[in-house]
């Protein structure tokens, strides 16, 4: 229920997008797909919510699930350096 007259109260990118998005990524990458669909699931719900009540545009969504995935990738790659070096 969009409208133009009403403003969107969050900011650029979701910040709360990129969490959820932070953790989902990780734990997928960690546990495999199978371990990270159901919150795959969280976020798309949380994300068509934000979307719906009004809260974020579509493109802070997009951004926050970016910097969220980027994020988690990063992390992961320094949790597989970091038990690399501990063996």
Do not use: W
């Not at 133009?4 to 969490?19: Q, T």
């Not at 960690?30 to 068509?48: D, N, Q, W």
């Amino acid at each position: 229920r969009f409208a133009c007259d009403k403003r969107a109260l969050g900011g650029f990118p979701s910040g709360n997008m990129a969490e959820v998005v932070y953790m989902t990524v990780l734990y997928g990458l960690r546990y495999g797909v199978k371990a990270g669909a159901p919150l795959a699931l969280f976020s798309t719900f949380l994300g068509v919510t934000f979307l719906n009540c009004n809260r974020h545009y579509v493109s802070q969504l997009i951004a926050g699930a970016a910097l969220g995935t980027m994020f988690a990738i990063a992390a992961d790659k320094v949790i597989d350096g970091r038990l690399e070096q501990a063996y």
